[in-house]
Every structure is written in structure tokens, then in C-alpha cells.
């Protein structure tokens, strides 16, 4: 029963430890990088966070309890699906960064939810706590499906029982809930203090080309494996 218990808690840590995966630090940098803050910062991480673990217990669970494993051809496609994701973030940020000369933003309020103007009148950007989380969310989801093979195997040659390798799972994906808020929260913190004029600039160029390279770097070996299969 320790036993059981020692390896719960240790999924519990190795879900805070997973979120610090260069992809993931990748995908929500971009993200942070935009409008820095901690509290911004904890709800980006803990959003990324709830995603992956909603897609890790739904499908890693559903492997599990099959006791089957993801095809690789599958698995390949998912890991895809993250590296164009990761590709989609890089590019964005470095637009975005490309763009802030154009005029800065006005914030102002509407019933309660911040919005922003251009001055140019090109942009109406809404950041509502919905509207800021629903982006993580879905990278985190899209992070879990990527991820729940591998989690399936370790759990279907560790775990003892069904209960105890469904416990397993959520514990993984609320330690990388925890992981990933905190991270982000510290980050957005750190940031906010050197987001300022064209040091926000450099750092929406920073996180853009971390994310777009690794991006390509994650995404071509696979390619090339899918392509070998047609």
C-alpha cells in the first residue's frame, strides 16, 4: 500500500515535472510574452494545464482501460498536429511583434471585460478571463492527445490496478496544472517588469522564434516518417 501510494505522489510530481517540456514552455511563452503579468501568467499555465489533463484522462484513460496502445501512425500524427500548433504560435507572436510599431493600443472598458483599440482602428482585441484562457486550453488539449501514449504505457507496466492507473493518470495532469500555472505565473512576473516599449517588442521576437523553430525541429522528423509510410 506505501508502494502504491509512493508512486501516486511521484506521478503526481513527474505531472508538475512535465510541464516543463520544452513544447509546452514553447507554446505558452509565446502566449505569455504578449501582455505579461503573474495573475495573467497563473490563469494562461493553469488553462494550458486543465486542457492537457482533460485530454490525458479522456484518452490516456480510455487506452488504459483497453489496455491498448496508441498506433504510431496516430501517435506521429498527433505530435504533428503540435509542432504546426507550435509553428501557428511563432508566427503569431512575431507578427505581433512586427506590428506594435503600427500604433500603440487603447484599453477601455465594456461591461466589465477589457478591450483594447488600435489607433489606426485596425484591431479590436477582447480579454475577457474566457476570452484569455479558451487559446491555452485548446494547446493544452491538443499537448494531452500528443502525450497520453506514452503516459498509457508507463501506467499499463506500473500500475497494479484500473483505479489505482485512472488515480495515476489525473494526478499526472493535476501536477502539470499546478507546474505549468506556477511556471507561467513566475514568468509573466519576471516579464511585466521588462516588458516595456521595445524591450516587449524583443521579447514577443524571442518567444516567437523559440517557438516557430522548435516547431519546424519537432515537427520534420516526423514528416519524414508519415511520408515514408505513404
Not at 520544452?22 to 504578449?34: I, N, R, Y
Not at 498536429?81 to 465594456?110: K, M, N, T, W, Y
Not at 517557438?211 to 505513404?230: E, K, N, Q, T, Y
Request: aromatic share 6%; proline share 4%.
Amino acid at each position: 500500500m506505501l508502494t502504491l501510494f509512493t508512486a501516486l505522489g511521484f506521478g503526481f510530481v513527474l505531472g508538475m515535472r512535465h510541464a516543463l517540456e520544452p513544447d509546452h514552455v514553447a507554446a505558452v511563452s509565446a502566449l505569455v510574452a504578449e501582455r505579461p503579468g503573474w495573475r495573467r501568467g497563473a490563469l494562461l499555465g493553469a488553462s494550458w494545464g486543465i486542457g492537457h489533463g482533460v485530454a490525458l484522462l479522456g484518452l490516456g484513460g480510455a487506452l488504459f482501460l483497453l489496455r491498448a496502445r496508441l498506433p504510431e501512425p496516430l501517435a506521429d500524427g498527433l505530435e504533428l498536429v503540435v509542432a504546426i500548433v507550435l509553428i501557428g504560435l511563432g508566427v503569431r507572436s512575431l507578427r505581433r511583434a512586427f506590428r506594435r510599431g503600427e500604433g500603440p493600443a487603447q484599453p477601455h472598458r465594456h461591461g466589465g471585460r477589457h478591450h483594447a483599440h488600435a489607433t489606426n482602428g485596425a484591431a479590436h482585441v477582447h480579454l475577457g478571463a474566457l476570452t484569455v484562457s479558451r487559446r491555452p486550453l485548446l494547446i493544452g488539449l491538443a499537448h494531452g492527445l500528443a502525450g497520453s501514449g506514452a503516459l498509457t504505457a508507463l501506467v499499463l507496466a506500473s500500475m497494479p490496478t484500473t483505479v489505482a492507473g485512472l488515480l495515476y493518470i489525473a494526478l499526472f495532469g493535476l501536477g502539470s496544472v499546478g507546474g505549468m500555472a506556477l511556471l507561467t505565473a513566475l514568468a509573466g512576473w519576471q516579464l511585466r517588469r521588462l516588458a516595456i516599449g521595445r524591450a516587449h517588442t524583443l521579447l514577443l521576437g524571442l518567444a516567437g522564434t523559440f517557438s516557430l523553430l522548435l516547431g519546424f525541429a519537432w515537427g520534420s522528423p516526423i514528416v519524414l516518417r508519415l511520408w515514408r509510410l505513404l
